[in-house]
DNA sequence: GTGTTTGCAAAGAATTTGCAACGAA
DNA sequence: TTCGTTGCAAATTCTTTGCAAACAC
């Protein structure tokens, strides 16, 4: 559940607040499986029988653009989101298929070089590979 | 134009050798702009009026499992390839649109800790920005 | 000759759009 | 009341598939 400060305060940023913007924004709290349209559309769809996805695309773009979620940059047919707007890494197990979150601090230096000539708005390290989840059920590292 | 020795080669890793494959790879030779099938599409029709984009996604299935080519991961619609399959970074101008290749190093830090546990057979750095072409068209970096 | 690849057209998957009815503020 | 949002269906965009004819080896 959304308290009414935060409620109030998404309204200040510009936000319309609807029932189906509100069950997707608590599909979307703290969820760490950077779900794809279709699975935020699943879910809330329990909820609104009636919801489309129209609505869910909508939703995801308003918030967007207020920077309560971010768009992935994955690769792959389908549009990943993530209500975690801090600064982190991902990875993407060739087994599983689930794209985690890197808890571990990766440390990126990025050349003063490069930093001057450009205007750096995101950093986004996508690891891809076998997962810790995966690698203990396969046989070995090799 | 490809040497006979590469020719040989690539069939000795089992690529059957048809024009319209060797037009593909002749384009993405030395390709730095990360071209989409459709990019690729429209440059080898001019050659090859008949072919489809079935060929060309065909062939580029077959050039990535072969490690000739690799798909990029990176968010938006379509599918990007790149032919330089040495390790290296993008970044990705919101201005322009373009994704481009950072020559400078990047030092990437992964801890032990999530070397231990897992496989990684993929590291894919993606800078999100103004890049250094688009940089000095615009005002100030503010 | 054998088995792959090609090219077409159609299917499929994911996302976007147009628009009338609805609903938040 | 007003203007943005919803939900439906259709349209778009990108990629994949089925299959007969053509081709590489």
């Known amino acids: 559940m959304f308290s009414p400060e935060k409620i109030e305060k998404m309204r200040r940023m ?3 607040i609807t029932p189906q913007r509100l069950a997707i924004l608590e599909y979307l709290e703290g969820n760490l499986s950077h779900p794809t349209a279709e699975d935020i559309y699943r879910h809330v769809r329990k909820r609104f029988p009636s919801i489309s996805f129209a609505t869910v695309y909508n939703t995801l773009e308003a918030l967007k653009e207020k920077g309560l979620v971010r768009e992935l940059y994955i690769g792959g047919t389908k549009k ?3 209500p975690n707007t801090q600064p982190h890494h991902h990875f993407f197990c ?3 298929g689930n794209i985690l979150d ?5 440390r990126i230096k990025i ?3 490069l930093r001057e000539k450009t205007i750096i708005k995101e950093i986004s390290l996508l690891l891809v590979g076998i997962c810790w989840n995966c690698l203990p059920k396969n046989l070995t590292k090799s």
Chains 1, 2 share one sequence.
Do not use: A
Not at 102 to 106: D, P
């Open 80 to 82: 990943r989101f993530d």
């Open 14 to 16: 510009g936000l319309k």
């Open 94 to 96: 060739l087994s599983c």
């Open 111 to 113: 050349p003063q070089k």
């Open 102 to 106: 890197i808890r571990e601090e990766i």
